[in-house]
């Protein structure tokens, strides 16, 4: 052979791919195997074809008695061309949701994290729920398994909508699927409503409890999202106690969290004990002199006590994956299982149409003694055709009715076969000879009645489909109520709420702040997440995240914690511009900033420098003194100036001329209120912390030096201040608003040692901040009644004496004068009271003048003219 011919042949042997040939065709079929067969569920029965495989294959083999796993698992790798180990994990997966799957042994739990022991040691079976509403050969596409040896459901024929009841995640190539888990009962009752023609919403539900805000839900949908928090509860000033977890976060992880973020410094506990058995109990203990309101919106703010989750409703309809919402999807679940209902009714009815027919047959075929009639014949085609010639006559017609039968029963409904006769010519004799005839009439009216109702139910299919919904919810409902509450979640402002975990120092003259510096000037305490403010001489500033040692610049006058958008911090300037020589006046705010930007806060030009600077948290006005150099021609030399004057404006506006001529010294010479105004404080009702947003009770106008009353129903009161971060436990509380010097506290009270209800009337006499005095005895048993800052106040009130109800009204002020706040008060009743009201004193009307004619009620009745 030449070369050449060699050269030619072997070119003729290599086949060249191209890399993008292989691509399109090798990856978009494993991207769709992946898609179809592993990740994403079907929307008829809302399994993905593991599940289906591992459903399949316990019915084929349920006797309804436990199966070991690892037999369920061999079972099901007959149809499942993958490992054991996703079998197991998928089996264990069902088992633990509890709806399909009656687990026994040791299933794990999904709270702590435990793992299911080895399938040989764990049994399982269906549950009757599964066995209701998931199988039925007759109505079951099939489909061979993947090595052709056996068959297997395309997809089972779900009677409910499995899909949003288990919930299901799966992750494929160029896609992922998550669907959160709903209510079995609302469910139920949504699909109910669906048929009646009405719209549904339905919102996700865990077993695991906990809370849930569904503000962003979105349907479900690509894009939507919640909020889910574990439930804290405050079991007294040392201690919290989380009793239900967030949905996808075990006790493990969520201890990890807690422990993560004290380690870190935004949280100050002692440790947390995980007590979980029964029911879920982690034990956090709090550090020594920490808030446990703060520390509970820290644990939502900083650790798994509350995560986000995304969704994402994707599933396979018709071979390829749909972007649904759940209210569609649970309108298709609806709508299949109404049509697999009506599907079951036709093949009933055609099996109860066939019953009917035979048992017809039957009974002409023996009372007119057909059989008598093939006697005579020789062969099995005379045999058959002498029967069939015989029975034709009782075939219903429209044209003749009757065609010679006895009794209108007997007459069929349809032709006669061959196999109808071949089955009659299998009647044994004895059958014939002791063929009972009432019996058989009775057989046919129970038919008859069946298929009836049959058709009935056809007719009217929604009203059957309601009747199937309520019938399921009546049987599986109990114990599926609702376990997450749904709620709307505050916005925790994470500076808010973090313990101050660092202390903020700095270096004036150097230029350095930081946490580091511990040997320099101490500014504050704050935390690693705050942001820090530094003004410069030079007229300059910057914002800056805390660090432990930042240079911002030397000659630094002012430091301090940075709070984005705050209104309400403003900032008092002179400055001396160095190109004109001119001094002029400011005031301004900070509310949003690039971070390590240096920013002017004077005209900018160079030599210009501050000449008099302060911080005020409230926006306090304040006077100056002015003094000008003794060498100036101004005549006069030494003035006052009012910052209050001055309007407040933004850090780039250049100011108001103050002089222009040269500047000694300016000093402080007092400070005054706040120019912004009284600021006005609500309280959520629901949280108990305060806000500037209009939500809850108003509590006040609040300006500097204002503090805030709280009465709590133990008999104590406390004064605070009006920060933002404040929060007060709405159980206890009794009464809060703004403090009143002057005002007078009338309070009616139960004194547990000498058991009368007592009345006291005092003004608050202490000054100090966030301590609780109590005004009442310490016994066990005592507690406050009521309580008015009115200053004229009258109630009414009720005791029983002798089965007797004794209702009394009396004017508290009239009763007993203004003491001091530690005296126990006057007796109003040797007995504890109840049903206090407070009563409604008329307006006295001023005295008319000569002449003048006032009309007015006198105890309800008519006017009286004067």
């Known amino acids: 052979m030449s070369e050449e011919t060699f050269h030619q042949n072997g070119a003729e042997e290599e086949q060249l791919v191209s890399l993008g ?98 399938s040989r040691y764990i049994e399982a079976r269906l549950t009757k729920f599964a066995l209701d509403v998931l199988f039925n050969p007759q109505t079951t596409d099939w489909q061979l398994s993947y090595d052709g040896r056996k068959k297997e459901p395309i ?12 919930g299901v995640e799966g992750i494929a190539v160029g896609l992922s699927t998550k669907i959160l888990p709903h209510n079995f009962i609302e469910l139920i009752k949504a699909s109910i409503k669906l048929l009646e023609g009405k719209k549904v919403k339905i919102y996700p539900d865990f077993e695991t409890g ?33 009793k239900e977890l967030p949905y996808g976060v075990t006790t493990t992880n969520l ?69 649904l919402n759940v209210e569609d999807i649970l309108r298709m679940c609806t709508e299949q299982t109404k049509e697999l209902l009506r599907l079951e009714l036709e093949i009933k009815k055609a099996e109860l149409e066939e019953k009917w027919h035979f048992a017809s047959l039957e009974k002409i075929f023996i009372q007119e003694r057909i059989y008598r009639e093939i006697e005579e014949c020789e062969t099995w085609e005379a045999v058959i055709e002498t029967i069939d010639q015989a029975l034709k006559r009782y075939i219903a017609t429209p044209a003749d009715p009757l065609k010679g039968a006895s009794d209108q029963r007997l007459l069929l409904k349809r032709n006669i076969t061959e196999e109808d006769i071949t089955r009659l010519t299998e009647i044994k004799i004895k059958r014939i000879s002791k063929y009972n005839a009432f019996k058989a009439d009775e057989q046919i009216a129970n038919l008859e009645a069946e298929l009836e109702e049959v058709k009935h139910n056809l007719a009217n299919l929604v009203d059957f489909a309601i009747a199937f919904f309520e019938n399921i919810l009546s049987k599986y409902g109990k114990g599926r109520e609702r ?74 006058i002012h430091v301090d914690v940075w709070k984005k958008g705050d209104e309400r911090t403003t900032y008092n300037l002179v400055y001396l511009d160095g190109k004109t020589g001119t001094s002029y006046i400011k005031r301004f705010n900070v509310k949003a900033i690039t971070r390590d930007k240096a920013y002017p806060i004077t005209k900018g030009n160079p ?96 300006d500097t030096g204002d503090m805030i009353l709280a009465i709590y129903k133990d008999g104590s009161y406390e004064l605070t201040d009006f920060e933002l971060t404040n929060r007060y436990e709405i159980k206890d509380l009794m009464l809060i608003q ?17 058991k009368w209800t007592m009345v006291k009337r005092f003004q608050i006499e202490t000054a100090s901040q966030n301590q609780r005095f109590k005004f009442i005895s310490d016994h066990r048993s005592s507690s406050l009644l009521f309580v008015s800052t009115e200053p004229s106040t009258k109630i009414e009130y009720s005791y029983r004496e002798k089965n007797e109800k004794i209702e009394k009204d009396i004017q508290l002020d009239d009763f007993i004068d203004v003491k001091g706040w530690k005296a126990l008060g006057n007796r109003l009743e040797e007995r504890k009271i109840s049903g206090i009201k407070l009563l409604e004193i008329p307006k006295t009307e001023p005295t008319p003048k000569t002449g003048d004619t006032i009309e007015f009620e006198i105890n309800k009745g008519q006017g009286e003219l004067f």
Not at 492 to 508: E, G, M, P, R
Not at 686 to 697: C, H, K, P, Q
């Open 738 to 754: 703004k403090l009143d010097k002057a005002g007078v506290i009338t309070a009616v009270h139960y004194d547990g040692h000498k």
């Open 483 to 556: 376990k997450t509450e749904i709620t709307t979640f505050d916005s925790i402002d994470k500076t808010q709420v973090v313990s101050n975990n660092v202390k903020l120092y700095a270096n004036h003259k150097e230029g350095f702040v930081g946490f580091g510096l511990k040997k320099d000037e101490f500014i504050a305490e704050c935390s690693d997440i705050d942001d820090v403010i530094v003004f410069l001489r030079d007229g300059t500033f910057q914002v800056t995240r805390i660090a432990e040692k930042t240079f911002i610049g030397k000659n630094i």
């Open 210 to 242: 906990g809370m849930i805000d569904v503000s962003e839900y979105n349907a479900g949908k690509r894009g939507g999202k919640v909020k889910v928090r574990a439930k804290i509860e405050q079991r007294d000033k040392k201690y919290l106690v989380i």
């Open 21 to 118: 040939g292989m691509y399109e065709d090798y990856f978009l079929d494993y991207a769709s195997y992946v898609i179809l067969e592993r990740a994403v569920p079907s929307i008829i029965d809302g399994l993905k074809p593991v599940q289906r495989r591992i459903m399949h294959a316990m019915k084929t083999t349920d006797d309804g008695r436990y199966h070991k796993v690892a037999n369920i698992i061999g079972n099901t790798m007959q149809y499942h061309p993958h490992g054991d180990a996703a079998i197991g994990d998928a089996l264990v997966n069902l088992g633990q949701k509890g709806l399909l799957i009656d687990p026994q042994g040791n299933w794990g739990d999904t709270r702590t994290g435990d793992r299911a022991a080895a």
């Open 155 to 166: 997809a089972l024929p779900s009677k409910f909508p499995l899909l949003l009841a288990q």
């Open 607 to 702: 030599r210009s420098k501050i000449l008099y600077f302060t911080s005020n948290p409230n926006g306090e006005s304040e006077v100056i003194n002015i003094q000008l150099s003794q060498g100036c021609k101004a005549k006069k030399k030494v003035f006052d100036f009012d910052f209050g004057e001055i309007a407040i404006k933004g850090r780039t506006s250049q100011g108001n001329i103050l002089t222009k001529y040269p500047v000694r010294k300016v000093s402080q010479v007092s400070v005054g209120k706040s120019t912004l105004g009284a600021q006005k404080i609500w309280m959520d009702e629901a949280s108990g912390r305060l806000n500037t947003d209009e939500r809850g009770v108003l509590v006040g106008d609040f």
């Open 255 to 323: 201890v990890e969290s807690i422990l993560k973020a004290n380690d870190k410094g935004k949280i100050k506990i002692k440790k947390v004990t995980d007590n979980t058995a029964a029911e879920v109990e982690l034990l956090v203990e709090l550090a020594t002199g920490v808030s446990p309101d703060l520390t509970m919106d820290a644990l939502y703010a900083f650790s798994n006590c509350e995560i986000s989750i995304s969704t994402n409703a994707c599933i396979i309809i018709d071979d390829k994956p749909h972007f």
